[in-house]
């Protein structure tokens, strides 16, 4: 099993609409977690992260349930610009501590 | 955005050459990374370093080498390129490695054929 799963899409929503994601992961250790956002052929950027009970950004919302080892993001009010890849990502919480990646799930926001 | 730059930024060569690729930032930041990104995996850990002259390996290390002779560069060595090298390779950085987060670089689109 993957140490961290997600749904590679693509998600097709009209704009205005809301759409969540899933990630789950399977180190109950972890210590942190993160969503970033890849667009196409581009580097990825941290979008938020996501700490303990979750947090809020303007439009996006990530939450971490830790009995059942995921957390999601949910996108209210899609706009054309959030068409991209979002990367779910762990980070450990012994020794090195590296980042986990995901292998992304796609969104495609339409007029 | 964090002042990271990665050279080249395309690269076809063939099997069995060296390859050599630069990431520079001007942050100042004590840890520098280098990824992979490959279709059905997510980024990976090649190598990272925590200071200059210190470096250590990541999880796809075999085939790879670097050197950290300033706090502004990494390189990123491919001794005998082969064509499962073929790939997306990102430079990244951060100040710490707590809960710091970690500003990636253009990348580069490696080819070999």
């Known amino acids: 099993r993957k140490e961290v799963e997600q749904d590679p899409g693509p998600f097709n929503v009209p704009e205005g609409a809301t759409v969540a994601f899933n990630c789950t992961y399977s180190n109950s250790a972890s210590q942190s977690f993160f969503w970033y956002r890849q667009d196409c052929r581009k580097e990825p950027k941290l979008l938020m992260s996501?700490?303990?009970s979750g947090n809020e950004d303007g439009r996006f919302t990530a939450q971490l349930n830790r009995a059942s080892q995921y957390i999601s993001l949910l996108i209210r009010d899609s706009k054309l610009s959030d068409s991209a890849t979002y990367l779910c990502v762990r980070r450990g919480n012994t020794g090195f501590q590296k980042l986990v990646f995901g292998t992304g799930t796609r969104l495609l926001v339409s007029p | 955005d964090a002042g990271i730059t990665q050279s080249p930024r395309h690269k076809v060569t063939e099997t069995g050459t060296p390859v050599t690729l630069r990431c520079h930032q001007t942050?100042?930041?004590?840890?520098m990374y280098w990824y992979r990104q490959d279709p059905g995996h997510g980024l990976r850990l090649i190598h990272y370093s925590y200071g200059v002259k210190d470096t250590d390996k990541g999880e796809v290390s075999d085939g790879y080498s670097v050197s950290r002779s300033k706090t502004e560069d990494f390189l990123l060595t491919l001794e005998s390129a082969t064509s499962s090298q073929t790939s997306v390779y990102f430079c990244a950085i951060s100040e710490s490695i707590g809960l710091d987060t970690q500003y990636f670089g253009p990348g580069t689109r490696l080819t070999v054929l």
């Open positions: 996501v700490y303990s």
């Open positions: 942050e100042n930041h004590r840890y």
